[in-house]
Each structure stands twice: as C-alpha cells, then as structure tokens.
DNA sequence: CTACAACCTCAAGCGTGGTTGAGGTAAAGA
DNA sequence: TCTTTACCTCAACCACGCTTGAGGTTGTAG
C-alpha cells in the first residue's frame, strides 16, 4: 500500500467529493502533486488539512479564512506542536466569539418568550446591532440602524 | 405623522437596504401594499417582522425557514402572545442545538491544542461527522465518511 | 492487450442572499 | 409650478462553495 493517495482515495477518506478536493486546490487549501501521467497524488497530511477545512466550514467560516489559517502549518508534512497550537488558538478564539454570541442571543429570546413587545429601547429584538453584525457571508451590506424613536 | 411607512424609513429603522426590502418582499418575508401611484407602504408590524427576519439571518438560519418560522406570525397585525410564544421556542431550540455542537467542538479543539495527533479513533478534528454534518449552507453532498481505517 | 474505472481540464450551472444600474414615475418642498 | 428626491420594475451582476457535464487521457485487472 503506497504512502500516496489518489484523489478518489483522498475523497472517500475525507468525505469529500472529488470536485470539492480540485476546487480546495485551486483555492490553495490543499497541495498534491502529479504522476507522470499528470494525476494528482496527495501526501497523507492531506487528510489533516482536509480535516480542518471540514470543521471549519461546519463552522461556518469562509473558505478564505481557512485557508489563511491553513497556511501557517506547513504542507507535506506534520505540522509542528507548536504551528497546531498557534492555529488551535486562533480558531478557539473564534469559536468562542460566536459561542458567546449566539448565547446571549438565545438567553435574550428565551426572556422574550410571551412578551412580544419587541420596544426599541428594551427588547433586544429590536437591538441586535449591538450583538452581530459582523458575522454573516456573501455581500452584505454593513449595517448600523439609523437612531431610531420608533415606540411600539 | 402617518401611520403607514414607505420603503425609505423602513429601510432606515430596520437598517436594512431598500433593496434588501424588495428582495424580502419577494421572498415572502413581509409584505406591503401599494398607493395610488403603485409606491409601497408598511404596517409597522413590518419592523418587528424585520427584527425576527434579521436574528434569523445573523445566525446564519436560511431565509426560507425564517420565512417559514413567521408564515406562523400574523401580518398586519401584533403577533399574539402565542404566535410568539412559538416562534421563540422554535427558535430557540435551533440556537441552542448550534450552541451545543459549537461548545463541543470548542471544547475538543482546546483538548487539540499542542497535541496534533488526529488520530481516527481518538481525535475529535477527525471525527466531526459526528457533530455537525447537518448544518451548512449551499448545495453541499450530505457527506458520509465511509469506514475509516487510517491510522496517522 | 483490451476494456473499464478512474482520472484529467475547462466551462457552465446552481442556490443563497442580496446589490447595481437603467429607464421611468410619484410625491413633497420652494 | 417646478425641481428634487424618493420611489418603481426588471435584468444583470456579485461572492461563496461547490457540482455537473463534455470531451479526452491514464492505469489496472483480466
């Protein structure tokens, strides 16, 4: 058994379909190598990378990111403790940040439970600004609501 | 001061683009009628329609099942203390379930950290399809890792 | 040595969540 | 009344994260 994989055995390792294994490529997320029949042939890391790519689309965090975060460890081979913990840290940050936000924000709902009053100054409803807007993908428009006297 | 808002001052309030208005009203997210001239005018229940649509959005929850959550919501009208009651706890069970996963995964990513093992049997980054694999925006394979036997 | 599975590239397409712009109409203030 | 601002529709476009398909090549099992 080769040390090398081929993009199908890389694919049915990883989860992935074959054509999401090419674009990782062509967005710099993962490196192979060709046979000189020009076939792609993937270190075994690949399936660490591809590990964290998954979690962090899971997470909801663009490609783009991911890969910048995937370009502090090293391709072709193991990274070290310490490039894992520089990456573990960044990601944990920003999971925690979501974490934290999307927790105040069910806290918040849950008190809004029968309330419906949804009041500018104290529903937090209608004060998510505050919260958010940050987060979010595609061409979004950044938001700041205007001062708003609007009473229920 | 009219009861009825236009297309700009509930753009305004809401903080969110006219553009955005229309596409919404397209979708089925709220809806307006129409003077004389065939300009758009909302009931302020729109807002808080808004505010329900924009929480929704933020947690990355798709606009069709937002659409869905306030089909449950009357328009035109304040949502009764029951129409509300609902589309909280609906809401906020979906929150909490991705807080949960979220949590884990922080949680193993922290037990990660230094330790770059990635072991299939044992490491958490290798073995997300277990947390999430539910999630996720897009036409993405619903994706079934297939018996793993690799060893690291 | 042949057949069939697996691979290749490149272009186009899809779903989501909108924005942008052209070309024209409505409404409100001086 | 006039002018300016806000609004209208419709079509096209954007970014993201891929998939699909056409047309052709490689690799391996029998």
Known sequence: MSRELTVGQVAERSGLAVSALH???????????????NQRRYDRDVLRRLAIVRMGTELGIPLAEVAEALSQVPVGHTPSAEDWRRMSEL??????????????????????????????????????????????????????????????
């Open 23 to 37: 674009f990782y490529e062509r967005k710099g997320l993962i490196r192979s190598h060709r046979t000189a029949g």
């Open 91 to 152: 990601w944990h940050d920003k999971l925690n940040r979501r974490i934290v936000l999307m927790t105040r924000m069910r806290d918040e709902l849950n008190g809004c439970i029968g309330c419906g009053c949804l009041s500018t100054t104290s529903c937090p409803l209608m004060n998510i600004d505050d919260h958010l807007r940050s987060e979010g993908s595609g061409p979004r428009r950044l938001m700041r609501a205007g001062e708003d006297t609007y009473q229920s």
